[in-house]
Each structure stands twice: as C-alpha cells, then as structure tokens.
T-cell receptor, first 115, second 109 residues
Framework: DADVTQTPRNRITKTGKRIMLECSQT?????MYWYRQDPGLGLRLIYY???????NKGEISDGYSVSRQAQAKFSLSLESAIPNQTALYFC??????????????FGPGTRLLVL | EDQVTQSPEALRLQEGESSSLNCSYT??????LFWYRQDPGKGPEFLFT???AGEEKEKERLKATLTKKESFLHITAPKPEDSATYLC??????????FGTGTRLLVSP
C-alpha cells in the first residue's frame, strides 16, 4: 500500500466551485505539505504544517486554504476555483526531527482542471 | 532570491550512452540538495540528499555529486527504464524546498 495517498486522482470542476483535495499518510510523519506543479515552473509550495496545531503559508497560498484534521490527514481547499488553478497538486510528508528530517516524500498527485 | 536552474531541459540518449545532468543553485545557506525522479503522471520519487561540497551518493546507475555552486547527476550506461524527469531541489531553511524545473531524460533502446 502507498505511504502517501491523495484523493481524488483526477478532478474536473467549474469556475466558482469549492473543491477539496485530500491527503493521508501512513508514514507516521509530523510534517505535511501541499505543492502545485505547472509546466515550466516546477513545484511551488502552497501550505505546510509541522503538526496538527501548526499551519503556515507557502509562496503561493492566495486562493487556497488547508485543514490538518489529524497527524495523518491534510486537506487543501479551493474556496472558489478559477481556471489558473488548473495544475497538478502534490502532497508531501517529512519526519519532524532526527536523521533524514529534511527529506520530503510525495504522494501520487491530483490532476485538477478548472473550466 | 534563492534559485535553482537545471540543464539541459531535455536529453536524449542511446542505451548505454553515459551522460550528466546539471543543477546549479544560488541560495543563502544551503541546508541540503535533493534529487528526485518523476515519471509521467506520478509524484516525485526521492533519490538522494547531499549536504556538503565533495559529497557523493550512488544508487545503481546513478551517482550524484555536489560542489559549492552545483550538483551533477551522472547516469552510467543508462537503460530505457531510466527515462523520466529528474528534479533537483535545495533546502534553504525551515523545511522550504526550492525546486528546479527538471531535466526530461529519454533513453532509447
């Protein structure tokens, strides 16, 4: 079974709709992240969370919100989707301390199309 | 501003033809350089972490090296299954990773 899972894997929605992307992990990691990937731009950080009570904005958080429901679950919401939010979205996790704490492990991604 | 630049954007090799991918960076305080492999439609898969100039890591046909300004991913005698996009990222502090745009590698039989 995959350590980091994302649902849905593909989503088509319309402008103005609210949608939620979900991420869950069985790695036991403290830290979780949301990225988006666009052609030619690489991966960019949207939000990150060091534990259930700690949420931080990344470099491109406008138009997004997150919820850390439990150590293993981190959801990303688009309150009112717009076409330029069409992208590939990845969740990632990392351990909070100790050896290898910097390494982030990625989920399989959610492909989102906003019409 | 922290920047990561990967070259070439795309590389086509014949099976067995060794080559290198480049990742150059300008960051304020490097706290780790990471290589990932990404297959189409999948998430990045972790390959290596390098922390200091002169460090090297190997895995099968891949070898990553690090200097003060750049990292190389050397691919020795590649096979078609090595075809993928290879991403480089640097950690500048507090878990923030800055990614390059990747090198698309195609290895033909």
């Amino acid at each position: 079974d995959a350590d980091v899972t994302q649902t849905p894997r593909n989503r088509i929605t319309k402008t103005g709709k609210r949608i939620m992307l979900e991420c869950s992990q069985t790695k036991g990691h403290d830290r979780m992240y949301w990225y988006r990937q666009d052609p030619g731009l690489g991966l960019r950080l949207i939000y990150y969370s060091f534990d259930v009570k700690d949420i931080n904005k990344g470099e491109i958080s406008d138009g997004y919100s997150v919820s850390r429901q439990a150590q293993a679950k981190f959801s990303l919401s688009l309150e009112s989707a717009i076409p330029n939010q069409t992208a590939l979205y990845f969740c990632a996790t990392s351990v909070g301390r100790g050896i290898g704490q910097e390494t982030q492990y990625f989920g399989p991604g959610t492909r989102l199309l906003v019409l | 501003e922290d920047q990561v630049t990967q070259s070439p954007e795309a590389l086509r090799l014949q099976e067995g033809e060794s080559s290198s991918l480049n990742c150059s960076y300008t960051v304020s305080g490097l706290r780790g350089l990471f290589w990932y492999r990404q297959d189409p439609g999948k998430g990045p898969e972790f390959l290596f972490t390098l922390y200091s100039a002169g460090e090297e890591k190997e895995k099968e046909r891949l070898k990553a090296t690090l200097t003060k300004k750049e990292s190389f991913l050397h691919i020795t005698a590649p096979k078609p299954e090595d075809s993928a996009t290879y991403l480089c990222a640097v950690r500048t502090g507090f878990q923030k990773l800055v990614f390059g745009t990747g090198t698309r590698l195609l290895v033909s039989p």
